[in-house]
């Protein structure tokens, strides 16, 4: 089993920032894609951000050039960098992982979720 914990979602005004992390545990052999999600309310799950084991980013139009997404792969931890959020980056925000684990001499993948973080931007 593994499990993804996100940390540091809260309240926030306008233009202010917030850094979400998202640790993993578990019977992990590796960790391929990580990536943070948020669903606002009455919204779909939205990809907000994702890095692959190699470092390659990609990001949603919406959050280009305001959050950073990064990984510390010793850690198997992911970060959100936040700055210059809107009210319209109010969601929950999700943790998402790519894992790869070993049972007997098979290796094999699943995709897991995090429970979430809320993060809530005033006007």
């Known amino acids: 089993q593994v499990q993804l914990v996100e940390s540091g979602g809260g309240l926030v005004q306008a233009g202010g920032s917030l850094r979400l992390s998202c640790a993993a545990s578990?019977?992990?052999?590796?960790?391929?894609?990580m990536g943070w999600y948020r669903q606002a309310p009455g919204k779909q799950r939205e990809l907000v951000a994702a890095?692959?084991?190699?470092?390659?980013?990609n990001y949603a139009d919406s959050v280009k050039g305001r959050f950073t997404i990064s990984r510390d792969n010793a850690k198997n931890t992911v970060y959100l960098q936040m700055n210059s959020l809107k009210p319209e980056d109010t969601a929950v925000y999700y943790c998402?992982?790519?894992?790869?684990?070993?049972?007997?001499?098979?290796?094999?993948?699943?995709?897991?979720w995090g429970k979430g973080t809320l993060v809530t931007v005033s006007s």
């Open positions: 890095i692959t084991s190699g470092g390659s980013t």
């Open positions: 578990g019977s992990i052999f590796s960790i391929n894609a």
């Open positions: 998402n992982a790519d894992v790869s684990y070993r049972v007997g001499e098979g290796l094999y993948g699943m995709d897991y």
